[in-house]
């Protein structure tokens, strides 16, 4: 790990062989300390075909576009395409076999609002507490009880 005047940069050797620079920009010594950490455990997991540990899955599934975008240059992780409610909605449908029929009736009712409400390409890693918060006032609405949601 380094410093210059663009900021903190990890210096590692990738499973290919080659010697890889990841910049982090301008964050403080410690942050860039947990990321080099973690970009460890990534080296670690990939060069021995190994799980990820699920600290580092769940960094991983929450780190902004830039630094994800960084961490597939270097060849420390694949492209994930975001996932999108509506997609997410189907396949949670899909796999509620074991469900009774009164309950899946109204799962999909309540999921039904949930993507009228926010929309099928809204990517679920860009709905907050905040809209959660909204969406819950908007179910009590007029508008959305003439909708029939």
Known sequence: MAKDGKGWRILFVAPDGKSKTLRLGPVDKKTAESIRVLVEA???????GLPLRQETAVWLATV?????????RAGLTKVTPAAVLGTAVEAYLNCQTQIKPASLCATRYALKNLVQFFGPERRLDSITEGDADDFVRWLATEACKQRGG
Do not use: F, H, S
């Open 42 to 48: 990534l080296l670690v997991a990939r060069t021995a």
């Open 64 to 72: 902004g576009d830039t630094l994800r975008e960084r961490l597939v």
